[in-house]
T-cell receptor, first 113, second 115 residues
Framework: GENVEQHPSTLSVQEGDSAVIKCTYS??????FPWYKQELGKGPQLIID?????GEKKDQRIAVTLNKTAKHFSLHITETQPEDSAVYFC????????????FGKGTKLSVKP | NAGVTQTPKFQVLKTGQSMTLQCAQD?????MYWYRQDPGMGLRLIYY???????DKGEVPNGYNVSRLNKREFSLRLESAAPSQTSVYFC??????????????FGAGTRLSVL
């Protein structure tokens, strides 16, 4: 079945710097790749997603890139702020399994003021 | 706008006790899910319900049962709790499972400790 690897597990940056989180997936049939942000004590919340027919998508300070050939996708956060501190999860959705998401193990991002 | 509501928020059980975690969504979504979250393990799917009246096993179903009571409600039951079931449990829902855009909306979680 599908497997999603996420790196790094922890990431610490200074406020204003950029942060990059990378994920790889194993099944080339996956076609939907969302990113979720989980703040302390809360459930995960979708922040951005990308489909397999698109190489890059941006939403203000957040961007996601997808390389289908290499089977990896990345989350880029620019001009980081303390409120970006959270755990971030990538996921992949396999059309053949009718849409169940397979999650990476998460990255704890800390933005230091 | 409540979204996905989980009850209780916290629970402590003794080994062997049973309990039911409740989940309800008010977004008229068809599909609902139960995940568990353990440190360093991410989110693992326990059971899901693609539509009202159907349920299927996920990655880690052993020790759990589910009921899709109606379109709004999806409950998770631990018949005989074990310390290995100490975890944070999340319920999620999505409008149409199997489409190219499968946004899942999560509840705030239930923190369960089994002693």
């Amino acid at each position: 079945g599908e497997n999603v690897e996420q790196h790094p597990s922890t990431l610490s940056v200074q406020e204003g710097d950029s942060a990059v989180i990378k994920c790889t997936y194993s099944d080339s049939a996956s076609n939907y790749f969302p990113w979720y942000k989980q703040e302390l004590g809360k459930g995960p919340q979708l922040i951005i997603d990308i489909r397999s027919n698109v190489g890059e998508k941006k939403d203000q300070r957040i961007a996601v890139t997808l390389n289908k050939t290499a089977k990896h996708f990345s989350l880029h956060i620019t001009e980081t702020q303390p409120e970006d501190s959270a755990v971030y999860f990538c996921a992949a959705s396999l059309r053949g399994s009718q849409g169940n998401l397979i999650f990476g193990k998460g990255t704890k991002l800390s933005v230091k003021p | 706008n409540a979204g996905v509501t989980q009850t209780p928020k916290f629970q402590v059980l003794k080994t062997g006790q049973s309990m039911t975690l409740q989940c309800a969504q008010d977004m008229n979504h068809n599909s609902m899910y139960w995940y568990r979250q353990d440190p360093g393990m991410g989110l693992r799917l326990i059971y899901y319900s693609a539509s009202e009246g159907t349920t299927d096993k996920g990655e880690v179903p052993n020790g759990y049962n589910v009921s899709r009571l109606n379109k709004r409600e999806f409950s998770l039951r631990l018949e005989s709790a074990a310390p290995s079931q100490t975890s944070v449990y999340f319920c999620a829902s999505t409008k149409e499972r199997g489409t190219a855009k499968n946004i899942q909306y999560f509840g705030a979680g239930t923190r369960l400790s089994v002693l």
